[in-house]
């Protein structure tokens, strides 16, 4: 694919950050759970540790630390962020645009739980765009940055990793979509990245392109 005017077969959006306006967000819930039961993590560390990772990550991080978080950590902060999310979730602007022009096919791949991924697209109306086609980290065995979730995604889709284009908004989402050998482009539109230098981030990740508004998709 060229760089500039890229016709790929599979376009795979990641969901927190890219579709949904959601990472401040769940962020927040996490540093508030976890404070619930005595763990101390800001906002901006719970950004830099686990943007785009999954909870599973997020356990294996304290473990690696020799810290072991409750039973009821997961459900407790997966019952937070849907809870949030129902109220307060926002579209990223001009998404909505963007995916009714689309001309190749599209799905989500997304480290985000099912039922979460549902939610956020159903909350701010682009569950239209996707139908079925979502797929999460839950489906497959090692979760971002690892290519596994992306390279599943473009299986069922049909299409080849090398016509595959992937749009991410975190460091191990573009490592990801690199390791499985697709084009990918870093948004850095979300609130998370308006006190971060995004384009430096993401360019340093691999990046082959970073764009911060949905309306400059398709570049000059």
Same mark, same amino acid.
């Given at each position: 694919m060229d760089q500039g005017r890229p016709k790929p077969d599979l376009i795979i959006f990641d969901c927190d950050g890219v579709l949904v306006?959601?990472?401040?967000?769940?962020c927040r819930c996490l540093s508030d759970v976890l404070a619930e039961?005595?763990? +101390?993590?800001?906002v901006v560390q719970a950004?830099?540790?686990?943007?785009? #990772?999954?909870? !599973?990550?997020?356990?294996?991080?304290?473990?690696?630390?020799?810290?072991?978080?409750?039973?009821?950590?997961?459900?407790r902060v997966k019952g937070r962020v849907l809870e949030t999310f129902s109220g307060a979730l926002q579209p990223i602007p001009g998404v909505d645009t963007v995916?009714?022009?689309?001309?190749?096919?599209?799905?989500?791949?997304s480290s985000s739980d099912l039922d979460r991924v549902s939610l956020s697209l159903d909350v701010t109306g682009l569950? +239209?765009?996707?139908?079925?086609?979502?797929?999460?980290?839950?489906?497959? #065995?090692?979760? !971002?940055p690892a290519p596994d979730l992306f390279l599943h995604a473009a299986e069922?889709?049909?299409a080849k990793p090398a016509r595959t284009l992937v749009i991410e908004d975190s460091v191990s989402g573009v490592q990801a979509a690199r390791a499985a050998g697709m084009m990918v482009w870093g948004f850095v539109g979300g609130g998370h990245y308006r006190s971060r230098d995004g384009r430096a981030i993401l360019s340093a990740a691999g990046a082959d392109r970073v764009f911060a508004q949905m309306s400059d998709f398709w570049g000059a």
């Open positions: 306006d959601s990472e401040l967000l769940s039961f005595g763990f +101390q993590l800001s950004l830099e540790l686990f943007l785009g #990772r999954s909870t !599973k990550a997020i356990e294996q991080h304290y473990r690696d630390h020799g810290q072991v978080l409750p039973d009821d950590f997961i459900p995916l009714s022009e689309l001309k190749a096919p599209c799905c989500v791949a569950a +239209q765009h996707f139908g079925d086609r979502l797929y999460t980290a839950q489906m497959v #065995r090692h979760g !971002k069922k889709m049909g």
